[in-house]
């Protein structure tokens, strides 16, 4: 198996929402602080207009979906694209767990 180099996270870019807003703090603390070089964030935009840099992330590396709200618009936005993450993460769900859990 070969060692992953980089994670990108694709952090909710929802504004008006508490979630949304913890989501994208949980990115900056994981990648500036706790895995700095080793994970990057996706820009929604630069993905979307096909910067290549960024689809070449997305598509050479697990990328992690961090949606802040029912709306899901991270999930959905690679549905659209036709990206599969290695994995999602609803901060609603997360936020409804027992404080042991969390």
Do not use: H, W
Request: hydrophobic residues 45%; negative net charge.
């Amino acid at each position: 198996m070969e060692k992953v180099q980089k994670v990108a996270i694709y952090p909710c870019g929802g504004v008006g929402f508490p979630l949304s807003s913890v989501a994208r703090y949980a990115t900056f603390i994981v990648t500036e602080d706790l895995l700095p070089g080793e994970t990057e964030i996706v820009d929604a935009v630069r993905l979307i207009s096909g910067f290549p840099e960024d689809v070449e992330l997305v598509e050479n590396n697990p990328t992690i979906i961090i949606d802040g709200c029912a709306y899901q618009c991270g999930s959905n936005l690679f549905r659209l694209l036709g990206l599969k993450p290695a994995a999602r993460i609803l901060a609603t769900v997360i936020s409804k767990l027992p404080p042991t859990f969390v």
